[in-house]
């Protein structure tokens, strides 16, 4: 069964940062794409930055790039994403999410298969 545990959420004040992790199993990780999306109260899930095991490949976002970076510990099989310079409008619930291997635009644009249950991130003004 795979398995997606998101942890580091919490609440930061602007400017701030937070190191959200995904804990994967039930899958060979080399062979994914693993990525983070948000969704913020009232909006559309979206996706915030992606990353292909394999080769390192990434993807970010536009209104991330420069301050956040999603990276990997492949031998214990987790995800990170390090968020910098944080604002309120990054406030929302972040998930992690996995899908066979994949091109990191793509998979962050349209969606992958297996997802975790999400972690708050709260940024207060």
């Known amino acids: 069964e795979i398995q997606l545990v998101e942890s580091g959420g919490g609440l930061v004040q602007a400017g701030g940062s937070l190191r959200l992790s995904c804990a994967a199993s039930g899958f060979t990780f080399d062979d994914y794409t693993i990525g983070w999306f948000r969704q913020a109260p009232g909006k559309e899930r979206e996706g915030v930055s992606c990353?292909?095991?394999?080769?390192?490949?990434?993807y970010y976002v536009d209104f991330v790039k420069g301050r956040f970076t999603i990276s990997s510990d492949n031998a214990k099989n987790t995800v990170f994403l390090q968020m910098n310079y944080l604002q309120p409008e990054d406030t929302a619930v972040y998930y992690c999410?996995?899908?066979?291997?994949?091109?990191?635009?793509?998979?962050?644009?349209?969606?992958?298969?297996?997802w975790g249950r999400g972690t708050l991130v709260t940024v207060s003004s």
């Open positions: 990353i292909q095991i394999s080769d390192n490949s990434t």
């Open positions: 999410a996995a899908d066979g291997l994949m091109p990191v635009e793509p998979g962050c644009t349209y969606g992958m298969n297996y």
